[in-house]
């Protein structure tokens, strides 16, 4: 397993926008596009859900929910995957996890918490 690390939540007003970035740690800097990443997030009482997903080869997949809100991207040169999260709802709030997967092994972050204020 690899440790990664979120950033980017916060307090937002419904209507905006946040950025998570998720960083890569040295030990895989080498290995970081043999990665499938994506980003998960969870409600207390509820399981994790897929959000949105990226693979090595760039084919992107999002969660009927953030579909057309949500944009993943990843900087292979600098080992980061972003979510860009526009119009937010007061249903985004959760704690949103980084997830790498290789060779179907997946590692998480700590998570970051996003709270989307009505």
């Known amino acids: 397993q690899v440790q990664l690390v979120e950033s980017g939540g916060g307090l937002v007003q419904a209507g905006g926008s946040l950025r998570l970035s998720c960083k890569a740690p040295?030990?895989?800097?080498?290995?970081?596009?043999?990665?499938?990443m994506g980003w998960y997030r969870q409600t207390p009482g509820k399981q994790r859900e897929p959000v949105a997903r990226?693979?090595?080869?760039?084919?992107?997949n999002y969660g009927d929910s953030v579909k057309g809100r949500f944009t993943i991207s990843r900087d292979n040169s600098r080992k980061i995957v972003y979510l860009q999260m526009n119009s937010l709802e007061p249903e985004d709030t959760a704690v949103y996890f980084c997830?790498?997967?290789?060779?179907?092994?997946?590692?998480w972050g700590q998570g970051t918490q996003v709270t989307v204020a009505s």
């Open positions: 990226i693979s090595t080869s760039g084919t992107i």
């Open positions: 997830n790498a997967e290789r060779g179907g092994m997946p590692s």
């Open positions: 040295r030990t895989i800097f080498s290995e970081f596009v043999q990665y499938n």
